[in-house]
């Protein structure tokens, strides 16, 4: 294989871990939201967010990285990467929301109601599939 398949594979792969804690960090405040009353609850979830939240920094730095080789060294790309760009950045701020809430609640702070997490806790999906859908059609 080629250095481009190489570096499109590790890509794929950090995303795949990346997207992994971004699913997490949702279904772990949703957690604190319905039992975080407890301590028992709280003293197990916050400190399993915040590795879960730096271990999705990480990630993120890496297919970023990876990402940015095959843009601009191996030049794929084209108009639909754009939208996709857009769409990527959508996850981060949704990763990002979620870790500032997460260190809001480990400092004594509240979070928004359980109902609403359930429903945030939807929305990296959606964009996923953005994602997915533009990565394999290349629309434009």
């Known amino acids: 294989m080629n250095i481009p398949m190489w570096t499109k594979i590790f890509h794929l792969f950090f995303v795949i871990a990346w997207m992994a804690t971004v699913f997490a960090l949702p279904r772990i405040l949703s957690g604190l939201a319905e039992g975080g009353h407890e301590p028992a609850v709280r003293d197990r979830l916050i400190p399993l967010g915040l590795r879960v939240y730096r271990l999705g920094h990480h990630l993120f730095g890496f297919a970023f990285v990876f990402g940015l080789l095959l843009w601009l060294y191996f030049g794929i790309g ?53 994602v997915i859908w533009l990565v394999l059609a290349k629309p434009f």
């Not at 809001?104 to 964009?127: D, E, N, T």
């Open 78 to 130: 084209g108009p639909w990467l754009h939208v996709k760009l857009v769409l990527v950045a959508l996850l981060l701020v949704h990763f990002t929301l979620c870790g500032r809430w997460l260190k809001k609640v480990a400092a004594g702070g509240s979070l928004p109601p359980a109902g609403m997490l359930r429903w945030f806790q939807h929305l990296p999906s959606l964009l996923l599939l953005g």
